[in-house]
């Protein structure tokens, strides 16, 4: 079977698969589920103590055509309740979605600012949330959505750190870089790139070494599992034998009918494997944010929540089919509130204009994933060919597999900034599968790495709770030292200049 | 008098200043100069150790219109003749004009390819020499020049690069990346960005600060000044009071004709500025071919031209007029070789298609400079205003003037890089004007500054001579020793790794 998944959003519920069953191939696109949209209406209430502003921003910041130069509006926002002059500025480089959300979802740098008198900003990333270069067109055809990509998403962020600081006489002001996620890649890729614009990276949960070669292609669904057997071994083994149960039920007569009875759908359902991906989607994003409190990021959900799924699947009955337990398991993830009286499994539709990221798999950020025989998942190999004839069909471009490493770099990683760089903190909590495309070891003095067994997706990003674990806290310690002494360090060369 | 004087090419004589005398105004405008024809002619002949290359290499690295991947041909030369299986590669990152004259004048990477079993690469920059991306319609318009600036040029060297190394089967040969002058800001820019593709660079004379304020924008033609003041006192005063002279003959009815005569020019002169450019040209050239044995570098010089010129100035009998010692020292720089009967002062075409740089001048490479009142030049000042409406006259785009230290930084350049970054060598010899926005100090332990009273225009670059003095012998070792400890401490890692 051959599974071009490469293109997996970090951290959006916009996908579906959508998997085509031909002669035996699954082929998973991604389409914005139903879910993300209620989420999405979460995002858009939530109260965030920011001032919105937009930055009149240049399209193209590489070319001299005459198209370069227009300008689209760049949202941003600004809390400057804690801020002295001169004082520090932490800027969060804002990932692929609304900038509200990751503002509201890295209360971290709220509860620091006070303590270094900083000024906080979230950019948003072009093509994302409002900052649309062509309005509702923005995402029509790849004569728009060409100007999407890091590169130019890092420039934004340059030309913007720099004018804001000139509008407010703190051109002195040392500016350090936050981001999570893809977002923790641009703040990793900003420092290394824009040195003279941010004296520091830290960098949560960032995926830089998930290209190309670098990192083992089966080791995201692996860590998945490990997650899940690392709670019990029976739970792992349900879940992997559920996917051949649901095949077989699949083959029945009845087998849509079943199914969609099983999983409580709203409607009836066109495909079996739209369940098959509900269930994907549930075990992959619980593992990613299995915080260790109640949080809301992906969907409400109790503290450690791969345990509370395996818990129900070792807690039904006997007797009780594995499909039935990975359908209650997953029921956790999409109806912990227990609103939910039937799930939409199918549908979707572009209303929220979140989907920049199947563009930017399709162009750049080319992640290939295998699963491994070992993995709770179905056994896939991954295509490029397949990959880049779907990303042609859709997009009328061809992938450029190789681009990122050459630009950003990642092989022998430790190597290259053994002797380059300084001033980065790479963050990973290794119940995140994601950690495993991050950097996990020390570099150099200042390039660390921070790596908690029990963390899971940026989870130092998160607004301090008073439940939170020993390790958290010290993690979150250790990040503000750092950050401290980069900053003490600057106003000393500063003052010897 | 405004003088808008921000784009000097580097080592072209394609400029000719063409003056317009607007109500005591005076607007440089660069047009190919006559001299410049027989100086190509002659390039196109030099003999070079090198086999010429083309590389497939894509239109635009930073976005994905359907126009960027279009593909064009980049040139590339290749000496392999000292090169061992994992040896290090020697790239040299052209710069604005033929490839091949770059490596012809760049003897240095020759005379020490065998000590280090060197591969030798020069690339030749998109837009220049035969790297013409939409052939002869490549200087046509700003839709196709607006593919031309060095962020471009620096992800071709990066993708050229990697597909080099994996054709090779040499993909863990270390890579040092050299340039002179622009190409010298572009072998440290390209250090500073792709770390991981160069472990070093050697930028020699290379003016990475003459962007913005961060260097006084009189400081290029007080250096020219300097160096003959240094000579003679008497020669600098001379030239100081030759424009006078020269103002006031174009004021007489017959000044015209009488300009003609005394610069013995092939057809009498349209305009008086063009006597003014052509010594003008021969003052700034001169100063930074300033070499220390015979050279044919811009034009053939004896040693120490600018001690000849002075010679002629002040040996010529007494009651010779300021403007005519001006003219004979000048003579020194168009006909050393004594073969001119007659000048050229005017006139120039572009059928050598090496107009580039003037695009990059009027969009990102805006060097803002001006003449002071201890210049030996008639004193100006800089009028951005006017630069940027010449521009957009001349190419319908307006300038980013601020780009470029957006981009790659300059401002406190010592604080930012001596945290940051490794492995840079920046030589400048201080009869180069260019090197009043070089690096002049050492940064950090790696990053280096090889300065040298007596030097000029990258001269450590040029093949060893018999004649070198001391002090070239001296700074080329220094170069030397740099690299090999880069190189030893790279196989070193390579081997723990």
């Given at each position: ?32 589920g139903t879910y993300q949209s209620s989420l999405e209406k979460q995002h858009v209430k939530s109260k965030i103590p920011f001032k919105v ?43 692929e979605g609304n900038i509200d959300w990751f503002a509201a979802n890295t209360g971290f740098m709220l509860d620091i600012a006070p303590k ?382």
């Open positions: 079977m051959a599974f071009s998944s490469s293109y997996f959003s970090f951290i959006f519920l916009i996908l579906l698969f959508i998997i085509s069953f031909v002669v035996g191939e699954i082929k998973p696109i991604y389409l914005p502003h937009y930055f009149p921003q240049i399209l193209d910041h590489f070319t001299f055509l005459p198209k370069s130069s227009k300008v689209f509006k760049q949202k941003y926002l600004i809390n400057d309740n804690y801020w002295k002059q001169g004082g520090p500025i932490f800027v969060y480089t804002g990932n270094f008198h900083a000024l906080l900003v979230f950019i948003e990333h072009r093509f994302y949330g409002d900052s649309m270069p062509f309005g509702k067109k923005s995402y029509k055809s790849p004569k728009t959505l060409g100007y999407l990509n890091s590169q130019q998403a890092l420039a934004d962020y340059a030309v913007l750190i720099r004018s804001l600081k000139q509008n407010l006489s703190s051109e002195s002001s040392p500016v350090v870089v936050f981001g999570g996620s893809y977002g923790g890649m641009l703040a990793s890729w900003f420092r290394l790139k824009y040195p003279h614009i941010a004296i520091g990276a830290v960098a949560s949960s960032a995926p830089i070494l998930q290209f190309d070669k670098i990192t083992p292609w089966s080791s995201f669904y692996d860590a998945v599992s490990q997650d899940f057997k690392e709670v019990s071994l029976n739970c792992y083994r349900v879940i992997k034998g559920s996917w051949t149960e649901l095949d077989a039920l699949s083959k029945h007569e009845e087998g849509l009918t079943e199914v969609s009875k099983l999983f409580r759908t709203c409607k009836g359902l066109h495909s079996v494997y739209s369940a098959r991906d509900w269930l994907w989607e549930a075990f992959v994003y619980t593992a990613m944010v299995n915080y260790p409190t109640k949080a809301n990021f992906m969907m409400p959900l109790p503290a450690y929540p791969v345990q509370e799924m395996c818990k129900i699947i070792d807690g039904l009955p006997k007797g009780a089919s594995k499909i039935s337990r990975a359908f209650a398991a997953a029921s956790l993830y999409y109806n912990y509130t227990k609103r939910e009286k039937c799930f939409n499994l199918e549908g979707g539709d572009d209303a929220h204009g979140l989907h920049g990221w199947d563009w930017q798999a399709c162009t750049e950020m080319v992640m290939p994933m295998t699963c491994s025989n070992e993995s709770m998942f179905p056994p896939s190999s991954y295509s490029y060919k397949e990959f880049k004839e779907d990303c042609k069909k859709k997009y009328g471009v061809e992938p450029r597999p190789h681009w990122i490493t050459t630009e950003f770099g990642g092989y022998r990683i430790e190597q290259v900034l053994k002797r380059f760089g300084s001033n980065m903190i790479f963050s990973n909590g290794m119940q995140d599968p994601w950690s495993r495309g991050g950097v996990l070891k020390n570099i150099s003095a200042s390039i660390v790495a921070l790596v908690t067994q029990k963390g899971a997706h940026h989870v130092d990003f998160r607004s301090e709770t008073k439940n939170d674990p020993g390790w958290l806290i010290m993690q979150r310690k250790q990040e503000v030292a750092i950050i401290q002494k980069w900053l003490e360090e600057y106003y000393r060369d500063l003052k010897q200049n």
